[in-house]
Nanobody, 119 residues
Framework: QVQLVESGGGLVQPGGSLRLSCVASGSIRGINSMGWYRQAEGKERELVAMWISGSRTTYADSVKGRFTISRDYTEDTVYLQMNSLKPEDTAVYYC?????????????WGQGTQVTVSS
């Protein structure tokens, strides 16, 4: 069984910082990609940042220069460092991963963590 567990969400004032973590566990042979989407109330889910095998990264234009995605190679973990947060960053953030497992490559979602940016 494979699962993604997120942590690090919360309430922060505009201009503040948060760091999200996503840990993949289970029968994992490799990580093809791993990153974050977000969904604000009344809006569609959108890509925020993604780490891709080969140490490539991609970001939404709205977060470039403020958010940084990184991977801990000692563990199957990805971090999203979020700086200079804005009220429009408020959303539920979901970890997403394309993992190689003992039974093939599959996409997985975490349960989501709430990020609220408000004064």
């Amino acid at each position: 069984q494979v699962q993604l567990v997120e942590s690090g969400g919360g309430l922060v004032q505009p201009g503040g910082s948060l760091r999200l973590s996503c840990v993949a566990s289970g029968s994992i042979r490799g990580i093809n990609s791993m990153g974050w989407y977000r969904q604000a109330e009344g809006k569609e889910r959108e890509l925020v940042a993604m780490w891709i095998s080969g140490s490539r990264t991609t970001y939404a234009d709205s977060v470039k220069g403020r958010f940084t995605i990184s991977r801990d190679y000692t563990e199957d973990t990805v971090y999203l460092q979020m700086n200079s947060l804005k009220p429009e960053d408020t959303a539920v953030y979901y970890c997403n991963a394309d993992l190689s497992t003992t039974w093939g490559s599959w996409g997985y979602w975490g349960q989501g963590t709430q990020v609220t940016v408000s004064s």
